[in-house]
Antibody
Framework: EMQLVESGGAVVQPGGSLRLSCTAS????????MHWVRQAPGKGLEWVSL????????YYADSVKGRFTISRDNSKNSLYLQMNNVRTEDTALYYC??????????WGQGTTVTVS | EIVLTQSPGTLSLSPGERATLSCRAS???????LAWYQQKPGQAPRLLIH???LRATGIPDRFSGSGSGTDFTLTISRLEPEDLAVYYC?????????FGQGTKVEIK
């Protein structure tokens, strides 16, 4: 069974830092582009960032560019999101998800980040 | 960045009725790389449609997608009670992916 499990969510003060992690299982991790998507309480989905299978390509939403860094370790089947200089508007449930030229087809259950 | 605008905001229909959800892009979506997702309360989103009209694995055939360029549609041919959810469109034709704001489907 394909699975993504996020961790690292916490309560953090504005201006602080946090690192989210996501561990994949049940599929060949280094075959796929990976993404972070977030959802603020009671709001819609917001795409955050993607990283190509070989880490050669990374892209960010304007709302996080320059503050967040996506990375991966294919030897550990793991995806990361380093969040620096966080703001109250970064409060959300953060999903790790697999996606390429077929949409986002595998999702984790999310990890909660609260900036307060 | 491509902005996706979904309408209506909320759709309230009875079981068995047809639901038509719209997604309009601020510029043409490359290669019609447009997906639809269903998110039920308390759950992660689920991929329904990709490439504008291709159903994802295991998705019932009452869900269908159509459209091209800047105008896309998700149709649920015969609503069932379990279709209560928020539906999102998303484009992946550019390096920066974006979602629409969602359409909530309520079952009368």
């Amino acid at each position: 069974e394909m699975q993504l499990v996020e961790s690292g969510g916490a309560v953090v003060q504005p201006g602080g830092s946090l690192r989210l992690s996501c561990t994949a299982s049940g599929f060949t991790f280094d075959d796929y582009t990976m993404h972070w998507v977030r959802q603020a309480p009671g709001k819609g989905l917001e795409w955050v960032s993607l990283i190509s299978w070989d880490s050669a390509g990374t892209y960010y939403a304007d709302s996080v560019k320059g503050r967040f860094t996506i990375s991966r370790d294919n030897s550990k089947n793991s995806l990361y999101l380093q969040m620096n200089n966080v703001r109250t508007e970064d409060t959300a449930l953060y999903y790790c998800t697999r996606g390429d030229y077929f949409g986002l087809d595998v999702w984790g259950q999310g990890t909660t980040v609260t900036v307060s | 960045e491509i902005v996706l605008t979904q309408s209506p905001g909320t759709l309230s229909l009875s079981p068995g009725e047809r639901a038509t959800l719209s997604c309009r892009a601020s510029q043409s979506v490359s290669s019609n790389f447009l997906a639809w997702y269903q998110q039920k309360p308390g759950q992660a989103p689920r991929l329904l449609i990709h490439d504008a009209s291709l159903r994802a694995t295991g998705i019932p055939d009452r869900f269908s997608g159509s459209g091209s360029g800047t105008d896309f549609t998700l149709t649920i041919s015969r609503l069932e009670p379990e279709d209560l959810a928020v539906y999102y469109c998303q484009q992946y034709g550019s390096s920066v992916w974006t979602f629409g704001q969602g359409t909530k489907v309520e079952i009368k």
